[in-house]
């Protein structure tokens, strides 16, 4: 046993942590990020490959719901903790990561789970998937009629006619609200046909309006959630650095410096549509000037859903990034 | 070296291990200090994320296609393993193929089954979407990477590797045929799923191939993943760097130092470059790769001609 | 014969006979298996096994490269696979068999028929030992001096290729840049990496 429990304490010093950002509390999700950041814990990108679920402040009940489904989808050993103050986010991280290698709790909780229900009729909340999927459908082509029940309660596809003129199978999908990078609260239904999206609206769940904060911070945050986006890991630790020491801190000044060398981001990013802006690489240049004190662009969220459409799921997620951060200014509704 | 015949595979087998170990802790080394956070040696030990995974349960999903699935989670590493099989160590090599190049190549297309097979077999949306966008890489980079392997092939008039390493006695190919070396370095970061080409791994797709698989199953995919950089990392020596040669120090420690080096070049892209989404990168690889590699091995066999006795 | 001789021909024919049954029952599996991206790697692993009788036949280069090409193909067929057909993921079962008896005599008897040939042929006793370099004997006895007019067809092929798609292709270069030929950014769906 002795074993086991080292292995243990060797995983727990660096826990995946699956983030759940609370709409209306912004500064909990900023001081977790910066914990995971100064830690070198990694941020999981899916439940599958979680350890610790932190939910930044006390969620709503939509949003409830997709914790819960998201908790379920997770492996042992898995701990779930709950910040409701800036203080309570760090112990909330470290005592979760010792909860990791308590084996009696682990085991416990094991043996406690019960199997997902695979009933017949496709329950959601059973699914053993993040909120992303409320309903698996099969491609199941022409000619067959819709009430074919196959196995696992799945469903058959019906046809939507895509972007480029075919009639592909349409997969109605839900997108977030638990996705890397993805702002509190956001989902995203669309029905996707092939990787391209035919329809998306968005779903804003437990609408709360953020607390102010520097327009500067705010700038960097929107920036971090780009080049999270774009793949670029290394400029949004740099950009949260910056975030977390202060717009006018040496970290800023390298961060926009690398910025404008960015060329490769750049290419990345034209042509794509952005708020407020021309395309993508406009809006970077616009955060930037955003991070020198200029004001924020207004995103809404029904241009988010026109923006979208027709976008494949890659390139609709980098939309989504540069729309989110931004919160209109005094939205509440 | 001398090595007996029977050490020869595992001592390959740690070899690619230790590397492993070695680009793992410099990707970590380089995030730390974008991260502005200090550097421990346990910092850059992969042991935490292995310990985790081994003790992480497996899960399953709906309705999955098991046999596939496991398949194409495990293949990457397989795929890995028999790339290194053909690469020279010195003087030794475990499989001496007359065709140590299309080998090479025969096992990074078998890529293309597994990696489509890890997101197939899932039976996920966003580990489809995974496997289809790698299809969609793979197009895109599988031309120029047979035309880049083709240029020292001509070079060396042979597809034997450790004629390839014979053919570079006085020139190594890299200052011959600089933008094969460059797409091939390309290509084995695109066919690893590293760095700028990891949308089929994304995180704006839940993690794509990686998306539902946990515990052991990702621990193989992951390892099988660091594991293909290291042997295209490894197969870059002999190919364009000169094998083992080098003043001083034998054979074997050349080829070690300079697949280090190259390893150590592709993680610093990997934190540098962001990600090539498959569909801009589609059009690059055609339009852009596969006449310069074309033109690179047309000027590969000027050279031939012009040197030939 | 020496010792060593029987036991690498003895070895040689147990390795050609496991790949002969891998590459005939996997082929055999592909109509048998419900789930379209079974039966297709189904097939490629029936192709892989060809591939490896090649190496047994001292053809390397070949047997290498018939790997190369099948798995690519497969890869490729189980994307339309899926896209075309009904019940992808086999989780129905169906019958893939279509006029059972005749299909099956015709299969059942070019195969007797090709494996008889090649057991029961009174073929030639080999003189001396194979060339050093098989494959460029295969070669030059196959093409011989036409080798660099296959090349050039390989070429011309290619450019059909790209021909016919751009004659079938639905958008033109007039609809992606305009009537002069001058619109930036072309008029297309998503936006490509390089050019216009």
Known sequence: MGLTERVAHAAARRPHVLLVPVPGQRPLRWAAEDVLDERGWARAASPAGADVLLCCGEPGPELADHVEVAWEAMPGPRVRVVATALAEVRPALLTGAARLSDLPVQRRDARDRSAPALSAAADPAAEPEVGHDMDHSMDMGMGMDMDMGLPGGLQMAGRVQDRDGLRLEGLNLSLGPLLPGWPGGLRLDVVLSGDVLTRADVVRLDRRPEPGAPPSLVALDALAMLLDAAGWTDGALRARRARATGASGPPTQDLLRRLRRARLLRWSLRGLPAPGSEDLVAHLDRLVDAVHGAGLPVAEDSRLARDVVGLDVGTASLVVAAHSALEAVGAGV | MPVSELLLAPLALALLAGFVVVSYGADRALAARAAGRELTAAGLSPWPDVARLLLQRRRTTTAPDALLWRVGGAGPLVAAALMLAVVPFGDTVIADLPVGIVWFNAMDVLLWAFIWLAGWGAASATALIGGYRYLAQALAYELPLMFALTAPAVAAASLDVREVVAAQGDRWHVVEMPIAFAVFLLCVAAFSLWGPFRAPAGSDLAGGVFAETSGVDRLLLLAGRHALVVAGAAFAVPLFLGGGAGPLLPDWTWQLLKTLAVLLLLVVVRRRLPVLRPERFAEVGWVLLVPLTLLQVLVTSLIVLAEAP | ?196
Do not use: C
Not at chain 3, 30 to 58: E, H, K, P, Q, W
Not at chain 3, 120 to 134: F, I, N, S, T
């Open chain 3, 1 to 196: 014969m020496t010792p060593d001789d029987v036991t690498a021909e003895a070895v040689t024919t147990v390795v050609f006979v496991l790949l002969a049954l891998v590459a005939v029952g996997f082929g055999f599996l592909v109509f048998r298996v419900d789930s379209m991206a079974r039966a297709t790697f189904a097939l490629a692993v029936s192709f892989v096994a060809v591939g490896g009788i090649l190496l047994l036949l001292d053809l390397d280069y070949l047997g290498v490269v018939v790997v190369v090409m099948m798995v690519m193909e497969m890869a490729i067929m189980a994307v339309f696979m899926i896209a075309y057909m009904m019940n992808p993921a086999g989780l129905m079962p169906m019958s893939m068999y279509h006029d059972k008896a005749r299909a099956m005599s015709v299969a059942v008897g070019t195969f007797v028929v090709l494996a008889g040939g090649a057991l029961l042929v009174d073929w030639p006793e080999r003189q001396g030992a194979p060339p050093a370099d098989v494959t460029e004997q295969v070669g030059l006895g196959i093409m011989g001096s036409h080798m660099l007019v296959m090349m050039g067809i390989g070429a011309v092929i290619l450019t059909t290729i790209v021909s016919a798609l751009v004659l079938a292709s639905a958008r033109s270069r007039y609809d992606r840049l305009g009537d002069d030929l001058k619109t930036r950014p072309a008029r297309d769906p998503i936006r490509g990496g390089v050019g216009p």
